[in-house]
Each structure stands twice: as C-alpha cells, then as structure tokens.
C-alpha cells in the first residue's frame, strides 16, 4: 500500500479571471507569498485549466482512493461565512464538478474525494482541474497549492524510465 502525491505541473491559462502572483504554474508548491492565486468578492469566476504530474503507472488495479488536494484559505463575508471552492475534474472524456469543505481564514488542505470519477491510472494521467470561485458578499479566496492524492492497495508497476514509487512530488516535498 502507499500514498502518491501528483502536484500541479501546468497551466494552460483556458481561465483566467482569477488575480494571480508569480509565475505558472502557480499551484505547485507551498511558497505563499512568492505563488499563488486569488479572488475576492467576485462570484462563478473561473482559473485554469491544471494538469498534473504523470504518475509513471501502468498497472490500474492497485487503486484504492483518488482524492484532489487544496491548499486554500478563505476570506469570510459577515454575513455569509466563508466561502467554498467549486473544482471541475476532467477525466480525460468528462467534466464533473466538486465542491471543496467550507473554507476558513487559515491555510490547510481541504481535500475532495474524486475516486468514484478518476478510478484508473489512465484517469490519474489524465486529470486536469479548474477553480470557480463559490464568493457571496465579501468573500475571497486563496489558493497556494494544488496536488492529487492517490492511495493504492500495491505499489504500481512502473513504466520504463518512470519511478512511480518515488514521484518527483514526494522528493520535492521531502
């Protein structure tokens, strides 16, 4: 069994109606404030379209869970609360879309279980991700960090030249 984590890699700048700080792909480490993106109090805004790292798999029978990771805060409205962040997942065929936890004023992980639509190793390779803003009022958002999580019940077969035992994500977060 293990946990694999896929950071985002790209942007292909489809949306962009989010504020953005640095460079692209923006989502790819925690590094507040040098990367990152924002919105503020600006409803069914739209940024992305994110890919993430190859897995290096080739074995779809070892998946256990698939989940999309975000590393946000929230800026809460007086009257409405914190806001929430809608993810679209692409699974190489579809769009489907997934709302994240309630965000709260401090950064941390909010993670969304997506295993049901991205439930193989094509899917993992081929997820990519935009962000809609959920903002009511004086609501905001940011967002540091993007990554997909993948839990197996075997270590995958790797691909010739690919190491998925040790993405290159593990490494950089060590």
């Not at 190491?163 to 977060?173: D, E, F, M, T």
Request: hydrophobic share 35%; with cysteine.
């Amino acid at each position: 069994m293990g946990t694999y984590y896929y950071y985002v890699n790209a942007d292909d700048l489809t949306y962009t109606e989010w504020n953005r700080t640095g460079v692209i792909p923006y989502l790819n480490a925690i590094d507040y404030p040098a990367n990152y993106i924002y919105q503020m109090y600006l409803l069914n805004k739209r940024e992305g379209i994110f890919d993430f790292q190859n897995s290096g798999a080739e074995n779809s029978e070892t998946l256990s869970n698939v989940y999309i990771e975000i590393y946000t805060r929230g800026y809460e409205d007086p009257d409405s609360g914190y806001p929430i962040i809608r993810v679209w997942v692409w699974d190489g065929s579809s769009w489907q879309y997934y709302d994240t936890p309630i965000l709260t004023g401090t950064w941390g992980w909010k993670t969304i279980d997506i295993s049901a639509f991205i439930n193989s190793w094509a899917k993992v390779d081929g997820c990519r991700a935009y962000l809609v803003t959920q903002n009511v009022g004086e609501q905001g958002v940011d967002v540091d960090c993007m990554r997909l999580k993948v839990i197996t019940t075997v270590a995958p077969k790797a691909k010739a030249g690919l190491h998925p035992s040790k993405p290159l994500s593990v490494i950089n977060a060590e």
